[in-house]
């Protein structure tokens, strides 16, 4: 996984960029950029607007979310913004010079850092219960062939236990979420003051699915994880367990609310007194609604880790 999606030939390096494959919340509407905007303005009030604001996009893709962000900042706080894009692809062609591209997260933040669809995409060894009840490892071929291998021991024993409780009844699987926890926490370290939000398909310990959530994506399509680097390989994330202390878990349709997204349609009269604003006001509802839906976009889930400061989206 970790060679199928970063390696010299990964997907991840692939010029055309995940937005080529698949349609993130970014991709999906200005919008979510506009609310990221909105939350880091309420981390800027808690740090009491420093000199120099941090924003760092973390998987930054292509660079469209940090370019929303600063877009929809007002003026005198884009010019306090400093503005980072972490990705390993290259710098893409014309980006905002405001924007330094990086390999890496920067050290020191203050501000916000936000990881869009990024932990989805550490790689993770994937478990599968033999006829004994015993988790194996999921070993596979570059061709996606696979078999079992040797018994899961040690630490990844140990997170199975803890996080992914239950029988190990045959051919039940379990994707061990411990990179995840450790790239997370290692971010982290990075954030000296403010806020880091992660963002993804998640699930929770009291309703993990039983045959796990392996995939792959190629061209808007889901496809068969083969890890030749033709497609995206991606598993939804344990974000209960990636939470250190102070942090919360909450949906993304109560979080995007919470910062002033919602699906209302605009009232009918508008049509007849103002056409075009009507129509406006319709297409952003049907944005805000597709952002927001159960069953789809509204039911990613936000890992919300205040780092010194209080808990900007709290009640």
């Not at 991709?27 to 420093?50: I, K, N, Q, T, Y």
């Not at 405001?98 to 790689?123: K, M, T, Y």
């Not at 021991?153 to 992914?164: H, K, N, Q, T």
Request: with cysteine.
């Amino acid at each position: 996984m970790e060679a199928a999606l970063y390696g010299p030939d990964g997907f991840y390096r692939r010029p055309e960029g995940p937005a080529g494959h698949f349609r993130t919340s970014v991709h999906a509407s200005p919008l979510f950029a506009g609310a990221v905007a909105r939350l880091l303005s309420r981390v800027d009030e808690a740090l009491g607007r420093p000199a120099c604001l941090d924003f760092v996009d973390m998987a930054a893709g292509r660079g469209e979310l940090v370019t929303g962000v600063l877009a929809a900042l007002p003026a005198e706080l884009a010019a306090r913004t400093r503005a980072y894009a972490v990705e390993i692809a290259g710098r893409p062609a014309g980006l905002d010079h405001r924007i330094e591209w990086r390999a890496e997260c920067p050290e020191g933040v203050s501000g916000l850092l936000f990881a869009n669809e990024w932990l989805d995409n550490v790689p993770v060894e994937v478990a599968e219960a033999d006829s004994a009840g015993v988790w194996r490892l999921v070993l596979v071929r570059e061709d996606g062939i696979e078999r079992l291998g040797e018994p899961v021991s040690g630490a990844a024993a140990e997170w199975l236990a803890r996080w992914w409780p239950g029988p190990a009844e045959e051919g039940l699987r379990a994707e061990i979420g411990l990179p995840r926890d450790t790239a997370w926490a290692s971010v982290l370290t990075r954030v000296g003051r403010g806020l880091a939000v992660a963002v993804d398909y998640a699930h929770t310990v009291d309703a993990r699915p039983p045959f796990g959530t392996l995939t792959g994506f190629r061209e808007g399509r889901g496809t068969t994880p083969v890890p030749d680097g033709s497609c995206d390989i991606t598993a939804h994330v344990a974000l209960d367990a990636c939470a250190l202390p102070g942090g919360r878990t909450l949906t993304q349709r109560d979080a995007l609310r919470a910062l002033g997204v919602a699906g209302a349609r605009p009232p009918i009269t508008l049509a007849t007194t103002d056409p075009a604003a009507y129509l406006r006001a319709l297409t952003v509802a049907g944005e805000a609604a597709e952002l927001t839906a159960p069953g789809g976009l509204g039911d990613f889930g936000w890992l919300v880790q205040p780092v010194g400061i209080p808990d900007p989206l709290a009640d």
